[in-house]
């Protein structure tokens, strides 16, 4: 591996995190690193149209350049052309494709950290400069932490995310939940109803049952979360059906999505991007497992024992290089095991609430 590239060696720093909002959400805490040891360097994040609302105003990414990869090579002329007058010192590339490698080469950066090849396909890994070194396959929280050493930057540094809101936004959050927020009445209760792909979702006829085991056991008002997708108004009509009062969230604003998970008490969800929002927002969130690997895509550290996890074989040891998903998992998942992680995260939430 070359020399590390010290933040304070450079004056612009690009970062390619294109998609999910989940990575993205997973890659805040190294550009909060860079501004730490060198706050004046520029950081420019590039990124998605969806996920780089994730980033807006955040305080350590200094300019958000969307790219349509779907739009094939117009989108690469028009990242080109934004990256003309932007031209990067460094370039850290999180992505394992070679549409990531395409991209950081365009930030015009002589310098570009990569994945270790074996992270990588499609041969992205030749367009790195330099590589991470080789490790076992591991959260990838860990491995995006893992940028730090060729930056320079102690591995036990505090790791933080900062998902940050407009004083805007907070207002507007505010005002949407406080209808919700009656006095001596139970807590507000996130469902996020869909994924990007239908094998991580929880079968939406069991949503139903869900909503009423959470009002009759705990008087929850139950907020709907997410986007707009047949899939969510799926299992919402579902709801309606059942005659059960729910507070509909759903939309196609990203950012809107963003400070409902905020505004929660706490936040029921399949492996999907408001799950690692809710776990940056410190929002309780009892995550449904099944399809794909908790060790590897659940929430880090925190909140790990609200998980359902039907992944694991009973017996068998949690192992975040386990990459291939596993069929018919999700709909293993009961209404009484979600439930007990919620009386759990409730139960922690009061106890401190009182101390």
Not at 24 to 41: E, F, N, T, W
Not at 50 to 67: G, L, Y
């Amino acid at each position: 591996m070359t020399s590390p590239a010290h933040p304070g060696a450079t004056r612009r720093v690009g970062i390619v995190l294109l998609s999910g909002i989940g990575d993205v959400v997973h890659g805040l805490p190294i550009a909060l690193d860079l501004k730490r040891r060198d706050p004046g360097c520029e950081v420019v994040w590039i990124a998605e149209p969806a996920p780089a609302e994730v980033v807006r105003h955040h305080p350590a990414v200094d300019e958000v350049i969307a790219f349509d990869k779907r739009a094939g090579l117009r989108g690469l002329r028009s990242l080109r052309t934004a990256m003309r007058t932007r031209r990067c010192d460094l370039t850290l590339n999180f992505m394992r494709y070679i549409k990531g490698s395409l991209a950081s080469l365009l930030t015009g950066a002589k310098t570009r950290i990569g994945l270790p090849p074996s992270k990588t396909r499609d041969g992205a890994a030749w367009f790195n400069t330099t590589s991470l070194r080789e490790t076992p396959w591991m959260h990838t929280q860990d491995l995006f932490l893992r940028f730090r050493e060729p930056l320079g930057i102690p591995a036990d540094d505090p790791v933080e995310w900062r998902v940050t809101f407009t004083p805007a936004e907070h207002r507007e959050r505010d005002a949407w939940f406080a209808p919700l927020r009656e006095r001596n009445a139970g807590p507000i209760v996130g469902l996020v109803l869909a994924t990007a792909n239908p094998e991580k979702d929880w079968p939406a006829d069991r949503y139903p049952n869900l909503v009423r085991a959470l009002r009759e056991r705990f008087g929850a008002r139950v907020v709907l979360v997410g986007g707009p997708s047949e899939r969510e108004r799926d299992a919402a009509r579902r709801i309606g059906a059942a005659r059960l009062p729910v507070h509909d969230g759903l939309g196609d604003s990203v950012r809107r999505m963003m400070w409902m998970v905020d505004g929660v008490d706490l936040l029921i969800s399949p492996d999907t991007g408001p799950l690692h929002l809710a776990h940056a927002l410190e929002t309780p969130v009892v995550g449904l497992f099944g399809h794909t690997n908790p060790a590897r895509v659940g929430p880090w550290r925190r909140y790990r024992d609200l998980v359902v996890d039907h992944y694991t074989d009973p017996g068998e040891t949690s192992d975040p290089s386990r990459y291939d998903p596993r069929h018919g998992r999700m709909e293993q998942i009961t209404v009484d095991e979600i439930m007990t992680r919620v009386e759990r995260a409730l139960s922690s939430r009061a106890g401190i609430a009182d101390a």
